[in-house]
Nanobody
Framework: QVQLVESGGGLVQPGGSLRLSCAAS????????MGWYRQAPGKQRELVAG???????NYADSVKGRFTISRDNAKNTVYLQMNSLKPEDTAVYYC?????????????WGQGTQVTVST
């Protein structure tokens, strides 16, 4: 059974920092592309950052220079370091594990963790 468990969300003031973690089980973590998505109320879910098995990263333009994604294959965990947080970063953040298997995409999702940036 595949499980992705996020942690680290919470309430933070503008300009503050948070680090999200996502612990995976039930998959061969090292071969998956891992990503962080977010969904704000009334908006579509969007990709925030991704990291491939080769440790290549990509970021949404809105978070470049502020957020950093990383992975620890020994711990089956992916992280999202979020600095200089803004109110518009407020959303539920979801962890995703993705790979292609014989051309068929396989995606797994965590339950989400709330991040609120507010005074």
């Amino acid at each position: 059974q595949v499980q992705l468990v996020e942690s680290g969300g919470g309430l933070v003031q503008p300009g503050g920092s948070l680090r999200l973690s996502c612990a995976a089980s039930g998959i061969i973590f090292s071969i998956y592309t891992m990503g962080w998505y977010r969904q704000a109320p009334g908006k579509q879910r969007e990709l925030v950052a991704g990291i491939t098995s080769a440790v290549s990263t990509n970021y949404a333009d809105s978070v470049k220079g502020r957020f950093t994604i990383s992975r620890d294959n020994a711990k089956n965990t992916v992280y999202l370091q979020m600095n200089s947080l803004k109110p518009e970063d407020t959303a539920v953040y979801y962890c995703n594990a993705h790979r292609l298997s014989a051309g068929v995409p396989r995606d797994y999702w965590g339950q989400g963790t709330q991040v609120t940036v507010s005074t």
